[in-house]
């Protein structure tokens, strides 16, 4: 299978001790592909699955046309090209509901195309994002000057209430300083 021949692969490399690897030959996409999926598995729980191999920003889960049921594979993209090499390697062979997982990266990925106006089908103009999570801007009103320092903030992120607090300690600081300055 092919999930036995990519172990193989990997295993040899590491025996050989060879510093090139054959993912390097995917290092320009951010894709994998997963086959083997439950046909039960929704866009969530496969996002769920890979990422914690890292920030998932886009999937692509077929789906029958006339049922809508899900075909069984799927398209998702890493917010870095690191995170395939970590799921390709740790989730192919893995078992999901039964079913055994095939992950693989993928080289040249084509985005699905999208219904115009027209309602024909056409070519995507832009990169789909349908993963990437919302970001929250740190806060209330800013001036000019402060709007390059804001950064943003996962809202899933587990230092977040911290984070926020720190920031705030931090402007209350330079005012002060500011105010002790201007007498």
């Keep these: 299978s092919v999930v036995r021949e990519i172990n193989k692969i990997n295993e040899r490399e590491l025996e050989?001790?060879?510093?090139?690897?054959?993912?390097?030959?995917y290092k320009d996409s951010a894709y994998v592909f997963i086959g083997g999926l439950h046909f039960d598995l929704t866009e969530g729980d496969v996002i769920t699955i890979f990422s914690q191999y890292g920030e998932v920003m886009d999937v692509n889960l077929p789906r029958d046309k006339t049922t809508g049921k899900t075909r069984g594979f799927a398209f998702l993209m890493y917010e870095d090209q690191r995170s395939t090499v970590l799921a390709v390697d740790n989730l192919n062979g893995a078992n999901v509901l039964g079913k055994t997982l095939?992950?693989?990266?993928?080289?040249?990925?084509?985005?699905?195309?999208?219904?115009?106006?027209?309602?024909?089908?056409?070519?995507?103009?832009?990169?789909?994002?349908?993963?990437?999570?919302?970001?929250i801007m740190d806060g209330g009103?800013?001036?000019?000057?402060?709007?390059?320092?804001?950064?943003s903030i996962d809202p899933e992120d587990p230092m977040r209430d911290y984070i926020l607090a720190q920031r705030k300690e931090e402007k209350a600081l330079k005012k002060s300083k500011k105010s002790k300055k201007s007498k």
């Design 16 to 25: 050989l001790g060879i510093s090139g690897s054959w993912h390097d030959e």
């Design 102 to 135: 095939r992950v693989d990266h993928v080289k040249n990925y084509k985005q699905p195309k999208v219904k115009g106006e027209d309602g024909e089908w056409e070519e995507a103009e832009e990169q789909s994002f349908n993963a990437r999570p919302e970001v």
């Design 141 to 151: 009103p800013a001036s000019d000057s402060d709007a390059s320092s804001v950064i």
